[in-house]
T-cell receptor, first 113, second 119 residues
Framework: GNSVTQMEGPVTLSEEAFLTINCTYT??????LFWYVQYPGEGLQLLLKATKADDKGSNKGFEATYRKETTSFHLEKGSVQVSDSAVYFC????????????FGKGTKLTVNP | GAVVSQHPSWVICKSGTSVKIECRSL??????MFWYRQFPKQSLMLMATSNEGSKATYEQGVEKDKFLINHASLTLSTLTVTSAHPEDSSFYIC???????????????FGEGSRLTVL
């Protein structure tokens, strides 16, 4: 079946530190991969996505590369800010245009000034 | 981006009562909405797919008689937790897809979530 595994949190960093949140997946075929972010008190928002192998999604300084050989989609940011504090979810959409997203458990990030 | 709104954002009810949660797409029409459930420290789990004008499709293990879903219009889907019990306490999140023609495969817009506590 399809599944997403992301690193356990919580993650606490100082401002301007480098961020990596690991995400690996199991899926048949060629899924699309996503990172969603949930700020306190808000709904999930799409942060970035990649639809095929070797694609790099990027947004707001965050990046993730679709690695089919390692079935990974790790999220990175070179210099985090306090405003990046949120819960981050890795997700996949199975091949065939299925609309059903499969999520990881989420990783809570806290960035201290 | 597109806006999806849920109401109420939190609700406390007594065991045995029913609770209705609304999910509205504010600036677009959504032929399909999805209902997720999230337990503490767990991932979002898809409960059901709500299609406008037809019956919802439930995921395996989700009781359709307990979690009633109605998608009566292109901008509103409701989830009713019937005869709620403490084990139904959870965070319920809805999402909506704008239309099938979009190239962004799988992209969804989410509501803020509704936290249900059953005493």
């Amino acid at each position: 079946g399809n599944s997403v595994t992301q690193m356990e949190g919580p993650v606490t960093l100082s401002e301007e530190a480098f961020l990596t949140i690991n995400c690996t997946y199991t899926a048949t075929g060629y899924p699309s991969l996503f990172w969603y972010v949930q700020y306190p008190g808000e709904g999930l928002q799409l942060l970035l996505k990649a639809t095929k192998a070797d694609d790099k999604g990027s947004n707001k300084g965050f990046e993730a590369t679709y690695r089919k050989e390692t079935t990974s989609f790790h999220l990175e940011k070179g210099s985090v800010q306090v405003s990046d504090s949120a819960v981050y979810f890795c997700a996949l959409s199975p091949q065939g245009g299925s609309e059903k997203l499969v999520f990881g458990k989420g990783t809570k990030l806290t960035v201290n000034p | 981006g597109a806006v999806v709104s849920q109401h109420p954002s939190w609700v406390i009810c007594k065991s045995g009562t029913s609770v209705k949660i609304e999910c509205r797409s504010l600036d677009f029409q959504a032929t399909t909405m999805f209902w997720y459930r999230q337990f503490p420290k767990q991932s979002l789990m898809l409960m059901a797919t709500s299609n406008e004008g037809s019956k919802a499709t439930y995921e395996q293990g989700v009781e359709k008689d307990k979690f009633l879903i109605n998608h009566a219009s292109l901008t509103l889907s409701t989830l009713t937790v019937t005869s709620a019990h403490p084990e139904d306490s959870s965070f319920y999140i809805c999402s909506a897809r704008i239309n099938r023609a979009r190239r962004d495969t799988g992209e969804l817009f989410f509501g803020e979530g509704s936290r249900l506590t059953v005493l």
